[in-house]
């Protein structure tokens, strides 16, 4: 089926039955009423569009951020409506025909079937493609090593791997760790470590206790540096380490108060406590940060206070905001309050912090308030931010725009309140991570991300149209991915209401944008992408019989990858709660099975 998509990379054609490979047909003569020029030329308001789901008859909305004119034309002549037949097969169960009549259905099954880690970009560190000795791996390639695994976290540089295995333990590899060492290491056991982030030459891993570890990301200093003393089970007895790390614990925390969020760049680390409060410290034993991320005025090597390099510091003037979340570029801050209220501070050179930078200085070293209010004046739109994201030179902000009464507007009763879902971006564009069509060197002021802004879908559970906000979205040194929180479906054949042999499984749509100089993009070409496109399935390949539909030597008919949402399943005899996440890295990119 054709589908309308804003712009001409064709993506979020989110409607039900275009999740159905077989069920693309139909619904041309909407395409006729669009003025060529204009579709090209125009993506602003919405337009809706319904597609039949097969013999189930039932139907769903679509918007899509399109075009602000629609051409008068001469009505087209009418058509005779028919109803698709069922594309069973003879012979096939209910469940071989939903594995032929939908991608989407055998990718989510081959998730939950064969979890793992899939990997792309550049391998000069053997990261990647740990076995390989390619320089750069084009499209997704399963790491070995990981077959069958479920991971808490995973983080990758080109140089340096870093995951969490479902027990809490972190695994190194890579030729930053070790050029003797090819396969996914156990460096750190026993802390039940739950979430990590890298700097440029170490790895800082965060307990489930709160207590944030940080090891080098190379071998030999873990092994030749000093051992930690740690208590042991037997009372009054302890014993060296393994291997040498640090501990960063703030000081004068609150009873019950604990970290519970970190956040890297490539000196400088935030930490966030359950109370709310930032602290910020070094996290590269190569360099001090003195590009202001730290957000504390006038803090650089030569005025540090006495104490460990790293030692982490509270931001003074951050104090009775609550911050709820914050994220990490190479050299800038963002924080987030329970208001929706946004705080940068940092290099500015590119304009990340989302404000025009100044002659006078390229970088902020106090957090700055973003004036976000200003994006909307005159819309008779309310914004509040609900996500910040960042790294390498770029940062990006999701916004719920709600629809307000002006005076002298003429809103309709009904809309007021309706809430659109936007994204924003800033910082440096030559290379596309704007994801706003525009190749830009600095973007100082916020720029629209069209593409993913002013999506809506009918959810049939909630009997309503709603809007797609971004799930989530992970920021790599030069390109993004952002995973679209659409309905997703994943109970078929588990009731008598979802038996039905064309009921299928879907995940929700990801989509990817930027730099591709080493193929981190992951759509085997290496042209940068300034708008945001999807790559093929995960596990795509040629059909070498004849089966299930698709002929000798030709692709199935899988057009796009589609994440896996979290459902409990059963993985090696045991029933786990399971999902696919997506992690753009330094020139890489992978996606894991987590947990």
């Known amino acids: 089926m054709p589908s309308i998509h804003p712009g001409p990379q064709a993506f979020l054609e989110v409607c039900r039955a275009c999740r159905n490979s077989t069920l693309q047909r139909g619904y041309s003569l909407q395409r006729r009423h669009l003025s060529n020029q204009t579709y090209i030329r125009q993506q602003s308001p919405t337009i809706l569009f319904a597609c039949i789901l097969g013999a189930a008859g039932s139907y769903s909305y679509f918007y899509t951020p399109l075009l602000t004119s629609i051409s008068a034309e001469a009505p087209p002549a009418p058509v005779d409506i028919k109803i698709e037949k069922s594309k069973k097969r003879k012979g096939l169960s209910k469940e071989e025909n939903r594995e032929t009549i939908s991608s989407q259905h055998l990718q989510v099954k081959r998730s939950w079937e064969n979890p793992g880690v899939y990997a792309w970009g550049s391998n000069s560190g053997r990261v990647v493609a740990p076995d390989s000795d390619e320089q750069t791996i084009?499209?997704?390639?399963?790491?070995?090593?990981?077959?069958?695994?479920?991971?808490?976290d995973i983080k990758l540089d080109r140089n340096f791997g870093a995951a969490i295995t479902e027990h809490g333990d972190l695994l190194q590899w890579g030729n930053g760790f070790s050029t003797d060492v090819r396969q996914p290491t156990a460096t750190l056991t026993g802390k039940n470590l739950k979430s990590l982030t890298i700097s440029r030459d170490r790895?800082?891993?965060?307990?489930?206790?709160?207590?944030v570890y940080s090891v080098s990301a190379a071998k030999e200093d873990q092994e030749k540096g000093k051992k930690v003393s740690e208590s042991s089970w037997i009372?009054?007895?302890?014993?060296?380490?393994?291997?040498?790390?640090?501990?960063?614990?703030?000081k004068n925390l609150g009873w019950s108060e604990k970290v519970t969020?970190?956040?890297?760049?490539?000196?400088?680390?935030?930490?966030?406590?359950?109370?709310?409060?930032?602290?910020?410290?070094?996290?590269?034993?190569?360099?001090?940060?003195?590009?202001?991320?730290?957000?504390?005025?006038?803090l650089v090597w030569t005025t540090r206070p006495a104490g460990p390099y790293d030692q982490p510091h509270e931001v003074s003037t951050l104090r009775g905001f609550e911050i709820t979340a914050i994220a990490a570029g190479d050299y800038h801050s963002l924080a987030l309050d329970k208001e929706g209220r946004v705080f940068a501070f940092g290099d500015n050179s590119s304009g990340q912090l989302g404000f025009d930078p100044t002659t006078e200085s390229t970088y902020v070293d106090a957090p700055s308030l973003l004036?976000?209010?200003q994006l909307y004046a005159n819309t008779g739109l309310a914004p509040t931010v609900k996500q910040v994201f960042a790294g390498g030179n770029n940062s990006f902000f999701t916004i719920d725009a709600a629809t307000i009464a002006r005076p002298g507007s003429d809103v309709k009763p009904a809309l007021l309140g309706r809430i659109t879902a936007e994204t924003w971006a800033s910082g440096q564009g030559i290379l596309g991570t704007l994801g706003n069509g525009r190749w830009t060197h600095v973007q100082g002021t916020?720029?629209?991300?069209?593409?993913l802004s002013g999506l809506f879908e009918y959810d049939?559970?909630?009997?309503?149209?709603?809007?797609?906000?971004?799930?989530s979205l992970s920021v790599g040194a030069t390109h993004a991915a952002a995973v679209m929180d659409n309905v997703t479906h994943v109970k078929a054949g588990l009731s008598r209401k979802t038996d039905s042999e064309n009921d299928t499984n879907w995940g929700a749509d990801v989509v990817w944008w930027g730099g591709n100089e080493y193929f981190q993009l992951g759509n085997g070409r290496r042209n940068n992408l300034s708008v945001p496109g999807y790559i093929r399935p995960l596990d795509d390949e040629v059909v070498g019989v004849e089966d299930?539909?698709?002929?000798?030597?030709?692709?199935?008919?899988?057009?796009?990858?589609?994440?896996?949402?979290?459902?409990?399943?059963?993985?090696?005899?045991?029933?786990?709660?399971v999902e696919q996440r997506v992690e753009c890295g330094r020139l890489v990119s992978c996606v894991y099975s987590g947990v």
């Open 548 to 577: 299930k539909g698709a002929r000798k030597g030709k692709r199935r008919e899988e057009h796009r990858f589609q994440i896996t949402p979290k459902h409990r399943v059963e993985v090696a005899g045991r029933v786990v709660g």
């Open 138 to 152: 084009k499209t997704p390639r399963r790491i070995p090593s990981f077959d069958g695994q479920l991971l808490r």
């Open 261 to 298: 969020s970190i956040a890297s760049g490539a000196e400088h680390l935030l930490i966030l406590t359950s109370a709310g409060r930032l602290f910020t410290a070094a996290s590269s034993h190569e360099e001090f940060p003195g590009r202001g991320q730290m957000g504390i005025p006038g």
């Open 446 to 451: 916020p720029a629209k991300l069209k593409t």
């Open 203 to 211: 790895v800082i891993a965060l307990g489930s206790d709160g207590t």
């Open 235 to 250: 009372p009054f007895m302890s014993f060296d380490s393994a291997i040498s790390y640090r501990r960063l614990q703030p």
């Open 460 to 471: 049939e559970v909630k009997n309503s149209v709603v809007p797609i906000r971004l799930k």
């Open 371 to 373: 004036p976000i209010q």
